[in-house]
């Protein structure tokens, strides 16, 4: 079994920042691709952002210059450093990882998906 757990939402003003973190935990060999998503009410799942286990980043273009993805691969966690927020960027924010795990010498791969943080940002 392999759990994502995020932590730093909150609510926060129009113009502030906020640090999400996911750490991984359980059965797990390596990480390739880890991610940041978010949902708002109504709305579907969106990409925000991905970084690859080489810490390449890439960015969709709503969250790009303003959002920053890094990861720490000697601690299986993953960050999302968000800047200059607006009330559009108010959702439930999930990470979410690419895990290779070996289950009785074979080796699985998973995609897996934290919990959720809401963020709330008010104008």
């Known amino acids: 079994q392999v759990q994502l757990v995020e932590s730093g939402g909150g609510l926060v003003q129009a113009g502030g920042s906020l640090r999400l973190s996911c750490a991984a935990s359980?059965?797990?060999?390596?990480?390739?691709?880890m991610g940041w998503y978010r949902q708002a009410p109504g709305k579907a799942r969106e990409l925000l952002a991905t970084?690859?286990?080489?810490?390449?980043?890439n960015y969709a273009a709503s969250v790009k210059g303003r959002f920053t993805i890094s990861r720490d691969n000697a601690e299986n966690t993953v960050f999302l450093q968000m800047n200059s927020l607006r009330p559009e960027d108010t959702a439930v924010y999930y990470c979410?990882?690419?895990?290779?795990?070996?289950?009785?010498?074979?080796?699985?791969?998973?995609?897996?998906w934290g919990q959720g943080t809401l963020v709330t940002v008010s104008s």
């Open positions: 970084i690859t286990s080489g810490r390449n980043p």
């Open positions: 979410n990882a690419g895990v290779a795990s070996r289950e009785l010498g074979i080796m699985t791969h998973r995609d897996v």
């Open positions: 359980g059965n797990i060999f390596s990480i390739d691709r």
